[in-house]
């Protein structure tokens, strides 16, 4: 297997990757997340295109051994809507908070098998997705979803705009994020919302794990985003963050763990070969610690979640104009060029 693809940065365009480590799949083949020397964005690189893509996510997922919660509790949880907004909250989920925003004709951008539009169809949204896998594409559609086989480019622009489009752990996956979301922004209806949850590549889980945190999930995350690189993706596009906060869910810290602690071998394998980092009481303990980290760590929870608005008109004649930390935490001061999404609003 070879991956092959090297493409500037998404956010500034600028072709500078300074490496930040290195990553060697299975095959043997040794890919990089770099940083842009000009902006600061994490990606990979190189990165596999499309086709190369295929194979490598029919044989890859972490999948972590270990018993799961006895089945009576677990459906107890999953069928009762109280209870589980009340475990999400607890585990550091952010579905129901995404829950309780959705409205209106929902588009999820990379549905997978629907699990997501099942819920928001069954507060009385309409749903609405697009997704690349032909299988989970004919498992949505048995759901009775509307499910488009394909990316977001595969949608006719004349649709009826949607009221929330949400990018649910999808954004990183994809070729360019700044001209998913300008496509997005313009499936938009006025006063609609997009909806970003992804990894946090400046959390605290990141910096604890190094190379084996499961939010790089490399070769398949194609940008690792931060508080500031998200918010600068958004304002590039045209649009602008209505509401950011970063969260830690339970079960990515035992994913985490169970590579970490494969990598270090001895005893430490021995558990994670047992699955002792997936048990219920595992991940139930942990939770009073994560939920004190993000309290005391703000900003630097595992996973990013954005609300997101059409944005006001840019200022600096078309240009976005904002500020980001680079991997030192040194403020760089960007300027991206930035009018079709303006135009085109301007125009509706
Ligand atoms: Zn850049």
Not at 67 to 92: E, F
């Amino acid at each position: 297997m070879t991956i092959t693809e090297k493409k500037p940065c998404d956010l500034c365009g600028s072709d500078l990757p300074t490496p930040r480590f290195s990553h060697a799949l299975e095959s043997g083949t040794v890919i990089q997340v770099v940083s842009c020397g000009a902006c600061g964005l994490l990606y990979t690189h190189p990165r596999p295109t499309r086709d190369e893509l295929v194979p490598l996510y029919q044989k890859t997922y972490v999948d972590i051994p270990g018993k799961s919660a006895p089945s009576t509790v677990r459906s107890m949880v999953v069928r009762n809507r109280v209870l589980r907004s009340i475990w999400h909250r607890i585990a550091g989920q952010c579905m129901s908070r995404f829950l309780s925003r959705a409205r209106g004709r929902v588009l999820d951008v990379g549905c997978g098998t629907g699990d997501l539009l099942v819920e928001v169809v069954a507060r009385g949204c309409s749903g609405f997705g697009v997704e690349l896998n032909p299988q989970s594409v004919a498992k949505c559609r048995g759901r009775g979803l509307h499910v488009t086989c394909g990316g977001l480019e595969d949608i006719d622009e004349s649709i009826e705009p949607f009221d929330t489009i949400v990018f649910w752990h999808s954004l990183e996956h994809l070729p360019s994020p700044r001209s998913s979301l300008q496509r997005a922004a313009r499936l938009l209806a006025p006063n609609g919302r997009i909806f970003v949850y992804a990894p946090n590549a400046h959390s605290y889980t990141a910096a604890l794990f190094g190379p084996s945190w499961v939010g790089w999930h490399l070769p398949f995350h194609f940008t690792h985003f931060t508080l500031a690189t998200l918010r600068a993706m958004v304002g590039a596009s045209g649009l602008q963050v209505a509401q950011m906060r970063t969260v830690t869910a339970e079960f990515l810290i035992g994913n985490s763990l169970h590579v970490w602690a494969q990598a270090r071998g001895g005893a430490m394998q021995r558990l994670a070969l047992r699955g002792a980092f997936g048990t219920p009481l595992f991940r139930a303990a942990i939770i009073p610690a994560i939920r004190m980290l993000d309290a005391f760590m703000p900003g630097r929870g595992e996973n990013l979640f954005a609300e997101i608005t059409v944005g006001a008109a840019d200022r600096d004649g078309g240009a976005s104009h904002f500020s980001l930390l680079d991997s030192h935490g040194m403020i760089i001061d960007t300027r991206i060029p930035c009018h079709s999404h303006s135009q085109r609003h301007a125009s509706r």
